[in-house]
């Protein structure tokens, strides 16, 4: 699949919307003419993504998935309708019924039972956790027991624990802690740029470290409750790793520190962990051509995290960012995803106008890369399946 397209990009600017006239012939101008024309697109568009681009995305989708058969939508948002799949799209008009904006994101399969999306997620290779639930009932599962790695959605660990801190009186959401460099992280985010001392509340930290898997942000809340009260609800993770020292392990120069750590009980574990904290961190580079270390991850089963989503899903910074969920769709979305090369993970509970609640956790580990575009098609097109679910 072309870059552009896994990345979902966005080709112009949207702003506010002109009237369209009808964008549905547009839409099917474009899946179905063998050649675009210039004249289809304002100039800012093209000026920003040639042509030949737009129409080698097309042309992907197309192979990949069939031809054109309908589409669906109005004002902003639409799915067109391939042979073999949905392909939700974003598209603005300008005043001359020229494509200004124009959004592809992952397509997803055109399954219309539970058991098609359970099959779905069954065909991908590698280990692939699944567990849907609806209020208290199982709806689907697949491997929901087994423990696999999550990436950052173990955060939802540490905002439990934090919660149960400000719950008890222990700590308020609005005590300030200041940027400590022992505790700056690679990225994903933006504290590990901030200077050193920079005051912080306890809320701040932990809305960074949902919202935008912030990991300087989830290192220093580590540091300030300890490794303990994690690890009373992530049991079979111990010790449980803070993001820079599971970097600092996955660093092909501490080769001699990761191959200790791995021959260690706990307590030499916790030993070697000490020793880390004066080690380098790789380059953000390494982990641009394949896993690395699978084995120095998170490890939770979906039920596990279904349980720790139940503890925090109130809390408003599990709000902030609703992931592939469409806020349209639902009153309410909690959501925390995670991934390094080898490992994805989706996980959200939801809320329908109608009270129903839906949970859906989908973990998905193999020592390749993985096709994102793939499973977060998969995974956005099963919760537009669940908000229209009678």
Known sequence: MPRLLLLSVLFGVFGAPVRAQQPEQVLQRLF??????????????????????????????????????????????????????????????????????????????????????????????????????????????????????????????????????VASGRRRWEELVPIASAHKSLPSGILQDWPEGAPLTLYSLAALMIAQSDNTATDHLLALLGRQPVERLANRNRPFLNTREAFALKNPANRSWLERFRRSDETGKRAILRELAQRPLPDETLFSSGPVALDVEWFFSARELAALLDEVAELPMMGINPGPARRADWAAVAFKGGSEPGVLNLSARLLRADGRRFTVIATWNDERLLDEVRFLGLYSGLLRFLAALP
């Not at 800012?44 to 058969?69: F, K």
């Not at 974003?90 to 994101?105: E, H, K």
Request: glycine letters at 6%; hydrophobic letters at 50%.
């Open 32 to 165: 179905t003419e063998e050649r675009m024309q210039a004249e289809w697109f304002e100039p800012a568009l093209l000026a920003q993504v040639p042509i030949a681009q737009i129409e080698a995305i097309v042309r992907e989708l197309r192979r990949q998935y069939g031809s054109w058969v309908a589409v669906r939508g109005r004002g902003l948002e639409y799915e067109v309708e391939l042979e073999r799949a949905w392909v939700p799209t974003r598209m603005v008009l300008g005043a001359q019924g020229r494509i200004s904006g124009l959004l592809f994101q992952p397509p997803y399969p055109k399954a219309t039972t539970l058991e098609g999306w359970l099959e779905a997620f069954r065909a991908l290779p590698g280990r692939v956790a699944l567990l849907v639930r609806r209020d208290d009932q199982d709806l689907l599962v697949l491997r929901a027991e087994e423990p696999l790695a999550v990436g950052s959605a173990f955060k939802v660990a540490v905002l439990a624990a934090l919660a149960r801190e």
